[in-house]
T-cell receptor
Framework: QKEVEQNSGPLSVPEGAIASLNCTYS??????FFWYRQYSGKSPELIMS????GDKEDGRFTAQLNKASQYVSLLIRDSQPSDSATYLC???????????????FGSGTQLTVLP | DGGITQSPKYLFRKEGQNVTLSCEQN?????MYWYRQDPGQGLRLIYY???????QKGDIAEGYSVSREKKESFPLTVTSAQKNPTAFYLC????????????????FGPGTRLTVL
């Protein structure tokens, strides 16, 4: 079974700090990686995508990918209370049936930013 | 504005009933997906469709059925064979295809919360 693993949290950080969210995946052939933010009771919103090794920055968000270690992370700088949400890692992996690639989601990390 | 609409927002089903969840998109995306989310868990793929008149089972297709007669629409039927249907159902779409970096970037609709009475 192909898997995406995340620490479920909760992760609490003070306002203004850096929040670090981590994700590991089992399919060495994966090429596409995504971070979604999900507020309580709402649907996921795509906030970052990354396809090559290294860092990708977008505003206060930085995604980091290390394919050799099968590890992807999300850093949130200058964390705000409005960043409090569950963050889902998604990886494009071979499907359960082995017939196609599909997004496999981790169970999410709950982040709380304390004022 | 382009986006995905799902209806209804809340749905209540009695035991033994079939119910259909609507999903419509005006993003001109080829691929559409249905996921199920249970409390404290990630998303699990039910069905997906890469083109009109074609769809594939995901990891948890038992007790569900879909159709894709139009590019814009991908309704999901939860049948009475689904033993534990209470969950948050999410429809998503992506540009589709099998190449290109962004083909699998999925955007989600607002979801339908289904409860069995």
């Amino acid at each position: 079974q192909k898997e995406v693993e995340q620490n479920s949290g909760p992760l609490s950080v003070p306002e203004g700090a850096i929040a670090s969210l981590n994700c590991t995946y089992s399919d060495r052939g994966s090429q596409s990686f995504f971070w979604y933010r999900q507020y309580s009771g709402k649907s996921p919103e795509l906030i970052m995508s990354i396809y090559s090794n290294g860092d990708k920055e977008d505003g206060r968000f930085t995604a980091q990918l290390n394919k050799a270690s099968q590890y992807v992370s999300l850093l949130i700088r200058d964390s705000q209370p409005s960043d409090s949400a569950t963050y889902l890692c998604a990886v494009n992996m071979i499907s359960f049936s082995g017939s196609a690639r599909q997004l496999t989601f981790g169970s999410g990390t709950q982040l709380t930013v304390l004022p | 504005d382009g986006g995905i609409t799902q209806s209804p927002k809340y749905l209540f089903r009695k035991e033994g009933q079939n119910v259909t969840l609507s999903c419509e998109q005006n993003l001109n995306h080829d691929a559409m997906y249905w996921y199920r989310q249970d409390p404290g868990q990630g998303l699990r793929l039910i069905y997906y469709s890469q083109i009109v008149n074609d769809f594939q089972k995901g990891d948890i297709a038992e007790g569900y059925s879909v159709s894709r007669e139009k590019k814009e629409s991908f309704p999901l039927t939860v049948t009475s064979a689904q033993k534990n249907p209470t969950a948050f159902y999410l429809c998503a779409s992506s540009i589709g295809g099998t190449s290109g970096a962004s083909y699998n970037e999925q955007v989600f609709g607002p979801g339908t919360r289904l409860t069995v009475l």
